[in-house]
């Protein structure tokens, strides 16, 4: 679907949720792609996408995750757990006067994505996924298996599960462990080869210690990280870090979708120096079976992992380009 009009602004809107409230960001008219950021983001992420779908022909809305931005933010813990989530994108969905929707999610928006698509395939028609390859529900306890990883070193997503411990590391300064993790997994700014992982944490240490310091990446200016920096200066980092803290919780309440695979067409681009990538090797390669409707994988050649913007022009030719090979 293709249309030479302009493409008209992109407009902010609060709906109703199970959350109480998302915000959104809305441009263009036609079929419905739903937009969902991951971590430590926002809709902001989605700013190259939003106007290129829109002009393509298509009503493109990017929405704050709860937690995040300018939607609600539950003070207890377990109102992060996945379903809630994928309530929120069917409430939306609901509240802009649609049935259904395509679904395209990055880093754990692709999680949230894949999950919206199990959960509810009334709803969801189609799902794009973006750095983090599609996993069915099931396997190992998550925590038992993150706290096997980095042998005297503590993987981050276990770093991240005490409340208030990360939190504690990053609001003193927002701005600068922002720069810091945004350049880690850049393709152009990552540490080079041999360098210590900056996933994982010594005992002891910080996070923010292995982030590489002195430069942006390419895709980041000083404007954007400002953008960014100041959503969370204003919300706070429990919200986003909540995710993390439901991953027990959603591997109970997914049982009855243990090894699902995704039946609708499905889309999936990773980058081929994102961790995410290599460490889920093997859920790609299981793409056969997981993913039975996939009508393009995609690995980016010398791409991060923030690939809607590290690559946004040949991003948005492979999103269009499937878009318009859905039928309907």
């Not at 880093?107 to 996924?129: C, E, H, K, M, Y």
């Not at 900056?198 to 310091?213: A, K, N």
């Not at 027990?248 to 979708?257: K, Q, S």
Request: charged residues 20%.
């Amino acid at each position: 679907m293709s249309t030479s009009a302009p493409a008209a602004a992109a407009t902010h809107r609060v709906v109703s949720s199970p959350a109480g409230r998302i915000h959104l960001v809305e441009q263009g008219s036609g079929p419905l792609v739903l937009l969902v950021h991951g971590f430590p983001e926002s809709w902001y992420s989605w700013r190259h996408q939003l106007p290129a779908l829109a002009a393509a022909g298509y009503r493109a809305v990017a929405v704050d995750v709860r937690g995040y931005g300018r939607s609600s933010k539950p003070a207890d813990v377990a109102a992060y757990r996945m379903l809630e989530l994928v309530e929120d994108n069917v409430a939306v969905v609901r509240a802009l006067g649609e049935r259904t929707a395509v679904i395209v999610g990055h880093d754990w928006g692709a999680t949230i994505a894949a999950d919206s698509a199990v959960v509810r395939p009334d709803v969801f028609r189609a799902v794009g996924l973006l750095s983090v390859p599609y996993a069915p529900p099931g396997g190992p306890r998550p925590s038992d298996v993150f706290a096997q990883m980095g042998g005297d070193e503590e993987f981050y997503v276990s770093y991240f599960q005490a409340t208030g411990r990360a939190e504690a590391e990053i609001e003193p300064d927002v701005r600068g462990w922002l720069a810091g993790f945004y350049a880690a997994l850049s393709a152009d700014t990552m540490p080079p080869a041999g360098a210590p992982d900056p996933h994982f944490v010594s005992r002891g240490g910080r996070l923010r210690d292995r982030f590489p310091t002195g430069r942006l990446p390419a895709w980041l200016s000083e404007d954007d990280l400002d953008v960014y920096a100041a959503e969370f200066e204003r919300t706070g980092m429990s919200g986003a870090l909540n995710r993390y803290r439901n991953m027990d919780r959603d591997w109970e309440d997914l049982a009855d979708f243990n090894g699902s695979p995704i039946t609708q067409p499905s889309l999936f681009i990773g980058g081929a120096r994102d961790a995410s990538t290599t460490w889920m090797a093997d859920a790609i390669a299981a793409y056969p079976a997981t993913l039975p409707g996939l009508v393009s994988s995609r690995i980016l050649d010398g791409c991060g992992h923030w690939i809607q913007q590290e690559r946004r022009a040949e991003v948005n030719e492979i999103l269009t380009g499937w878009l318009a090979s859905l039928p309907g």
